[in-house]
């Protein structure tokens, strides 16, 4: 039985790309890397991997976030899960777009919502293209209309710490479904 206060979220590989740990100078690092610190310590939730999410933080993550995932592993919050085919929703999402480039760049991260789908509905991540392009999407999908998308890199518009810290709660302006895409 897992706590109310638990979520299951789906942590992109950009997020463990940016996060640099104590040394980090840029934004974008810091704010990765005080967001990991505190889903790690601040936080019950766990990490969601599924097999071509996995292949992406192996590839791209920092020293810091290899360290943080061995530590999430250790502690027992790590939720990896196998995706389902879902190609009437695969089909879907390519329907919904005009342009080739925008296909592709949705179908790369298609896991994420897969996972995202399979678990508590929340993915965090710094792009915001497919982001974008997902959030169009779900004005004709609405299976993914729900599904919650934090970027820890916006600070000011999003207070990605906070939120995380108050429980990663559904809140509808969130969604997919209300992201602003202009």
């Known amino acids: 039985m ?29 704010n990765c890397t005080e967001f990991l610190e505190t889903f790690r310590d601040q936080t019950s939730h766990h ?12 590839e791209h993550q920092s020293n810091f976030a290899a360290a943080w995932l061995a530590n999430m592993i250790a502690t027992k919050r790590f939720h990896y899960i ?13 329907a919904t777009a005009s342009q080739q480039k925008d296909i592709n760049a949705m179908l790369k991260d298609f896991h994420l ?6 678990t508590d509905k929340t993915i965090i991540s710094l792009d915001e ?18 599904i919650i998308w ?3 890199e916006r600070t000011a518009e999003e207070q990605p710490i906070a939120w ?19």
């Open 150 to 152: 934090v970027n820890p």
């Open 47 to 58: 990490i969601v991997m599924a097999l071509e999410l996995s292949e992406e933080w192996d």
């Open 164 to 182: 995380l810290q108050s429980g990663a709660p559904p809140e509808a302006h969130r969604q997919l479904s209300t992201y602003s895409t202009q």
């Open 129 to 146: 293209t497919v982001r974008t392009l997902f959030a169009q999407t779900s004005q004709q999908v609405s299976e993914i209309q729900d």
């Open 2 to 30: 897992r706590s109310k206060d638990m979520k299951r979220i789906v942590v992109n590989a950009s997020v463990a790309r940016a996060a640099g740990g104590e040394d980090a100078t840029a934004s974008v690092s810091i």
């Open 82 to 94: 196998q995706l389902p085919q879902n190609r009437i929703l695969h089909e879907k999402i390519e």
């Open 113 to 118: 919502l897969g996972a995202a789908l399979a």
